[in-house]
């Protein structure tokens, strides 16, 4: 399967990802994370039900605070 992660593509084996398999994946490991699958914001009580596809454009935002 093909997707764009954050405005790059990417192919997985499947036709199939759960958001937490992605992030397993892709080792993102940062406790905070903003995640949108085609422009749709998933909390994180979704990441293991959120489904991500072929052709789905995927964004992982990691949050950072400062002063």
């Not at 764009?4 to 892709?26: A, C, H, P, R, Y």
């Not at 979704?46 to 990691?62: K, P, R």
């Amino acid at each position: 399967m093909k997707i764009i992660l954050n405005n790059n593509q990417e192919e997985f084996n499947g036709d199939i990802l759960s958001v937490s398999e992605l992030l397993t994946l892709k080792n993102f490991t940062f406790k905070m994370l903003v995640i949108k699958i085609n422009g749709r914001l998933i909390k994180k009580p979704e990441y293991n039900s959120a489904t991500i596809i072929d052709g789905d454009e995927v964004h992982v935002l990691h949050l950072i605070s400062g002063g």
